[in-house]
């Protein structure tokens, strides 16, 4: 079902990890994947490169598991583009894994800052 | 739990086109846009359009991937499961024969039942208000009551005499040899008194049909009346059939009519209808003791059932 979870090269996201910094940033506001894959470079400070053509079927899944709501709207440049919004079961599944994010990560940092 | 995945799938399993032509543009608009964006940057069209693939990635094998994520898996694991259970019930031979023999006999024994009860359903007669329609029989004491018909003296009685009924008719069926023709055949025919077929409301499409002098025993007309069956099957719809003579058994007959499609009379079965007058010869129509047949009536508008039996 295209849950891949193998092994992913440095600098890369893991396919859990990208939905759950696709959800952040539906939940400033709809956009469409070009803008959604831009935000999370710039906002990353280039650190984090989506390999763009990986956040469509990252975009699909979550619209299928419902958190995720698509709409066909017009793009700045007046072009026909599909925009994502977050749903309510969306945003409760943002915070779940935004909670399990930090605590894994500061653990991980516990961990390494042991001697 | 989380219905979205099944409900999203279904729509997606109706909407494939749709599906197929969104997942298009989406892409195509992405890669325009990263396309605009190298050539602002000063990239030649050509070069950028080729760096904005490479950005992407492999664009087939993506799009694949959202396709996947839109199956419906349980579908296409259809014929899986299909060819599973076709193996496993092999394995266990009795078992699956006697699921067989319970669904058979199930589904076999519904059936019979429910075909039996739509032929038994009573249908409504096709006659003109059939609910004031009823059958007249006399009987007759022996040493216990028989029921035996009417007679035609009773009949003529019964008919000046009765209160409670618009009219009457006597009619009984019998086979006839139609000959003269190339091919004699046995027709089955009734004998109706005239007002017959205004009692069942059924006009002919083609003549008439008896008046009361030609139903007159004295002096009866040698006329006939002809079914729409009989007409099409032995005289090729012959638009000059009234007029025309025909034998039945040993006398010759003046079709004068032709009833409408799917009338066969209150026998269910007649092609032909002669004139009660010709039922049997003078001597027979004027004995009392003479008892066969059964006489149609129509109850007055106003006269219950009940009424005319007392």
Redesign the interface.
Known sequence: ??DARAKTPPGELMPGTLDMLILKTLSRGAM???SI?QFIQQASRDVLRV????L??AL??L????LLKAE?GT?DNN????FYTLTA?GRRELDEEAAYWERVAAAVTRVMQTA | MNFHPAWHRLIALLRRQRLERDLDEEVAFHLAMREADYRRGGAAPADARDAARRRFGNVTYLKEQCRDMWTFHPLETLSQDIRYALRTLRRSPAFTLVAIFALAVGIGSNTAIFSMLDAARARALPYRDPGQLVELWGNVQRTRVERRGASYPDFRDWRSRANSFEEMAAFDSQLLTLNGVDEPERISSEFVSAPYFALLGIQPVRGRTFSAAEDDVAKPALVMVMSDGLWKRRFGSDPDIVGRALRLNTRSYTVIGVMPPGFKGLSDTADVWLPFAVYAPPAGMAERGNRGFAVLARLKPDVTNRRRTA
Not at chain 1, 51 to 54: D, K, L, P, V, Y
Not at chain 1, 79 to 82: H, N, Q, S, V
Request: charged content about 30%; proline content about 4%; overall charge positive.
């Open positions: 079902m295209g469409h994947g070009y894959a390999e763009e053509g990986a469509y079927p699909h899944r619209e299928v598991r419902g066909w793009s072009r026909r583009a599909k079961l």
